[in-house]
T-cell receptor, first 111, second 117 residues
Framework: GENVEQHPSTLSVQEGDSAVIKCTYS??????FPWYKQELGKRPQLIID?????GEKKDQRIAVTLNKTAKHFSLHITETQPEDSAVYFC??????????FGKGNQVVVIP | GAGVSQSPRYKVAKRGQDVALRCDPI?????LFWYQQALGQGPEFLTY????????KSGLPSDRFFAERPEGSVSTLKIQRTQQEDSAVYLC???????????????FGEGSRLTVL
């Protein structure tokens, strides 16, 4: 089955700086790559996703890049703000919405 | 409400008790998933329904775990003879398959936090 790994496990950034989280996946059949944000005690919420037919997608301060050859994709957050502090999960999947999640990255934005 | 609803939000069980966790998906969502999230970890897949059909239960950790969705809407995850290692947050998610690729956004509930003493 699909195996997703995230690095680094914890990331601290100064407010206003950029944060980058990288994920690798194992199954070349995966074609859907979402990123979820989870605040403490809350539900995971989709913040951005990308499909295998594009290499990059951007939504305001958030962007995701995908390298299918290397089987990795990254989340980029620019101009970080304190409310960006959360755990971010990447996932990979194909067909029928079955997603395999990474273990998560704790992002801490220091004011 | 318009979101995925789970109950109970918190459940404390004594070791050996049976528990039942309920999920009300978003109306009209075909796909329903159960995930288990241990403290500090990512969600781990348990089982998947498409309407009332359980298409994948490969993630259920033992035969003590059972899930059903008899009418293709509400789902129940049942854990028999609970053990301490069952302590986790159980997340339910629903969604619609994407026409484009077969996968689409999952909408998660708040989860049911199970603590087994």
């Amino acid at each position: 089955g699909e195996n997703v790994e995230q690095h680094p496990s914890t990331l601290s950034v100064q407010e206003g700086d950029s944060a980058v989280i990288k994920c690798t996946y194992s199954d070349s059949a995966s074609n859907y790559f979402p990123w979820y944000k989870q605040e403490l005690g809350k539900r995971p919420q989709l913040i951005i996703d990308i499909r295998s037919n594009v290499g990059e997608k951007k939504d305001q301060r958030i962007a995701v890049t995908l390298n299918k050859t290397a089987k990795h994709f990254s989340l980029h957050i620019t101009e970080t703000q304190p409310e960006d502090s959360a755990v971010y999960f990447c996932a990979a999947g194909y067909g029928n919405n079955r997603l395999a999640f990474g273990k998560g990255n704790q992002v801490v934005v220091i004011p | 409400g318009a979101g995925v609803s789970q109950s109970p939000r918190y459940k404390v069980a004594k070791r050996g008790q049976d528990v039942a966790l309920r999920c009300d998906p978003i109306s009209g969502h075909v796909s329903l998933f159960w995930y288990q999230q241990a403290l500090g970890q990512g969600p781990e897949f348990l089982t998947y329904f498409q309407n009332e059909a359980q298409l994948d239960k490969s993630g259920l950790p033992s035969d003590r775990f059972f899930a059903e969705r008899p009418e293709g809407s509400v789902s129940t995850l049942k854990i028999q003879r609970t053990q301490q290692e069952d302590s986790a947050v159980y997340l339910c998610a629903s969604g619609l398959p994407s026409v484009e690729s077969g996968t689409g956004e999952l909408f998660f509930g708040e989860g049911s936090r199970l603590t087994v003493l």
